[in-house]
């Protein structure tokens, strides 16, 4: 068994690697192969090929390009400027008018996407000149928009959850199942913040919205039926026992499709562009997964997580202690790496202490999720800020920072809640048991 100053040894080189700029999978391919040589010699590293062909070949990798192309398509057909708008009309006279259209829309969209940055994108590009025009306190609209994108990987379907399970053997249905009570409720935290912030300082919230018809308010609900429908389709299919979530990602390819064909956006080049942008970031994902599962294989015989959680054990401290623990942990890793590295970098080895401590791994996987949502909107390397100050295009990523940083403290009392509440997160999974 490998010693515990080795492995934190082997850590500090993989995340040296990654901060050097050098790409995810091959920070995670050089650690995992030096790791090899130095421990078990050159049969392990030769088996590289064999581990490759054995992940790439597992069927349940084949949604993540399906969830992928289904957000595509549904973006270049409309979809969310028509379910924006809709939201305005019922959510504007509430204290923060637009502000919570930003919240709402952005977790509708995150219940069709899978991606916080292809949600705070997006969602950006329709809200910030519409709040703009109105006079809204721009940091505040800026924080709206980064952290509602993070919403992107916690209302399934979710990239990072697959991830998740794809490495860890966790159920990717109650994985989705388990995060959508968190994603609503972290929806709402968000929209209850804006509530008090306007009501204690109107100014924020700008110009006030004319009164829609109520006959327009009600023509414009139609907007909510495509991704009502998708997200029915994907989510009841899973939920009901219809089909696994690969075959309900293809069902909701269909779905975006036919979306896209009443709204007249079916056209050969869009899809083209659909299918190119989804090409490009699948192989950065599992490229990305085949060098994880290669360094979980080399950590698991030269047992790495045995060696952690002996070590915790010496330590005296009680599981909920050690949770907490984990939460600086991230907290202070989310600084430095971006979510798909933080969690691909770390899982191997804490899911196993996780739960040798009793904790169940689909909590877990919430709980991870919710840790990675953090760094997307903490500096320096909050991805989301940077997605929306790119989309502002001038002024400072500072505005966009201090504009989220109220909705850090919420993500952290949502914290807090899972951890004390763990029924959250495991309420609705226990129920298709």
């Given at each position: 068994?490998?010693?515990?100053?080795?492995?934190?040894?082997?850590?500090?080189?993989?995340?040296?690697?990654?901060?050097?700029?050098?790409?995810?999978?091959?920070?995670?391919?050089?650690?995992?192969?030096?790791?090899?040589?130095?421990?078990?010699?050159?049969?392990?590293?030769?088996?590289?090929?064999?581990?490759?062909?054995?992940?790439?070949?597992?069927?349940?990798?084949?949604?993540?390009?399906?969830?992928?192309?289904?957000?595509?398509?549904?973006?270049?057909?409309?979809?969310?400027?028509?379910?924006?708008?809709?939201?305005?009309?019922?959510?504007?006279?509430?204290?923060?008018?637009?502000?919570?259209?930003?919240?709402?829309?952005?977790?509708?969209?995150?219940?069709?996407?899978?991606?916080?940055?292809?949600?705070?994108?997006?969602?950006?590009?329709?809200?910030?000149?519409?709040?703009?025009?109105?006079?809204?306190?721009?940091?505040?609209?800026?924080?709206?928009?980064?952290?509602?994108?993070?919403?992107?990987?916690?209302?399934?379907?979710?990239?990072?959850?697959?991830?998740?399970?794809?490495?860890?053997?966790?159920?990717?249905?109650?994985?989705?199942?388990?995060?959508?009570?968190?994603?609503?409720?972290?929806?709402?935290?968000?929209?209850?913040?804006?509530?008090?912030?306007?009501?204690?300082?109107?100014?924020?919230?700008?110009?006030?919205?004319?009164?829609?018809?109520?006959?327009?308010?009600?023509?414009?609900?139609?907007?909510?039926?495509?991704?009502?429908?998708?997200?029915?389709?994907?989510?009841?299919?899973?939920?009901?026992?219809?089909?696994?979530?690969?075959?309900?990602?293809?069902?909701?390819?269909?779905?975006?499709?036919?979306?896209?064909?009443?709204?007249?956006?079916?056209?050969?080049q869009m899809l083209h562009e659909a299918f190119l942008a989804t090409m490009r970031t699948t192989a950065m994902v599992l490229l990305i997964i085949v060098a994880a599962f290669f360094l979980?294989?080399?950590?698991?015989?030269?047992?790495?997580?045995?060696?952690?959680?002996?070590?915790?054990?010496?330590?005296?401290?009680?599981?909920?202690?050690?949770?907490?623990?984990?939460?600086?942990?991230?907290?202070?890793?989310?600084?430095?790496?971006?979510?798909?590295?933080?969690?691909?970098?770390?899982?191997?080895?804490?899911?196993p202490l996780v739960v040798s401590l009793g904790y169940d791994p689909v909590w877990f996987g919430i709980f991870l999720v919710i840790m990675m949502e953090l760094s997307l909107i903490t500096?320096?390397?909050?991805?989301?800020?940077?997605?929306?100050?790119?989309?502002?295009?001038?002024?400072?990523?500072?505005?966009?920072?201090?504009?989220?940083?109220?909705?850090?403290?919420?993500?952290?009392?949502?914290?807090?809640?899972?951890?004390?509440?763990?029924?959250?997160?495991?309420?609705?999974?226990?129920?298709?048991?």
């Amino acid at each position: 068994m490998i010693e515990f100053s080795s492995a934190v040894i082997g850590f500090l080189l993989m995340l040296a690697l990654m901060l050097t700029g050098i790409s995810i999978a091959a920070s995670l391919f050089l650690t995992a192969a030096l790791g090899a040589l130095a421990y078990l010699g050159l049969p392990t590293l030769l088996s590289f090929g064999n581990t490759m062909w054995g992940v790439l070949n597992d069927f349940i990798l084949t949604c993540i390009p399906l969830f992928i192309l289904l957000g595509e398509i549904l973006v270049r057909a409309g979809v969310t400027d028509r379910m924006y708008r809709a939201l305005s009309d019922w959510l504007a006279p509430l204290p923060g008018g637009l502000l919570h259209s930003n919240i709402g829309a952005c977790s509708i969209f995150a219940a069709i996407s899978g991606s916080s940055v292809a949600t705070a994108a997006t969602m950006g590009t329709v809200a910030l000149p519409a709040m703009k025009a109105r006079h809204y306190d721009e940091r505040l609209v800026l924080g709206s928009v980064a952290a509602g994108g993070t919403l992107g990987i916690l209302i399934p379907p979710s990239i990072n959850m697959i991830v998740y399970g794809a490495i860890t053997n966790t159920s990717i249905g109650k994985l989705f199942i388990a995060g959508i009570v968190p994603g609503l409720l972290l929806a709402g935290l968000f929209m209850l913040l804006i509530l008090v912030m306007c009501v204690i300082k109107p100014s924020l919230a700008g110009d006030k919205e004319p009164p829609q018809p109520m006959r327009e308010k009600l023509r414009n609900l139609a907007g909510f039926i495509p991704p009502g429908l998708v997200f029915f389709v994907v989510m009841g299919g899973i939920y009901l026992g219809w089909a696994t979530p690969t075959e309900a990602a293809a069902l909701g390819v269909v779905m975006s499709m036919l979306v896209a064909a009443w709204y007249r956006k079916l056209t050969i080049q869009m899809l083209h562009e659909a299918f190119l942008a989804t090409m490009r970031t699948t192989a950065m994902v599992l490229l990305i997964i085949v060098a994880a599962f290669f360094l979980n294989y080399v950590i698991g015989m030269l047992g790495v997580p045995q060696t952690v959680s002996a070590y915790v054990a010496e330590l005296g401290t009680s599981p909920l202690e050690t949770i907490w623990i984990l939460v600086i942990f991230y907290l202070i890793l989310g600084c430095f790496l971006e979510t798909l590295s933080m969690m691909i970098a770390t899982v191997p080895v804490i899911v196993p202490l996780v739960v040798s401590l009793g904790y169940d791994p689909v909590w877990f996987g919430i709980f991870l999720v919710i840790m990675m949502e953090l760094s997307l909107i903490t500096p320096p390397v909050g991805m989301n800020l940077y997605v929306v100050q790119g989309i502002r295009g001038g002024g400072s990523v500072i505005d966009v920072i201090r504009g989220a940083m109220p909705f850090v403290l919420v993500m952290l009392v949502l914290t807090a809640l899972i951890i004390y509440f763990p029924g959250i997160a495991l309420w609705l999974p226990s129920k298709i048991s």
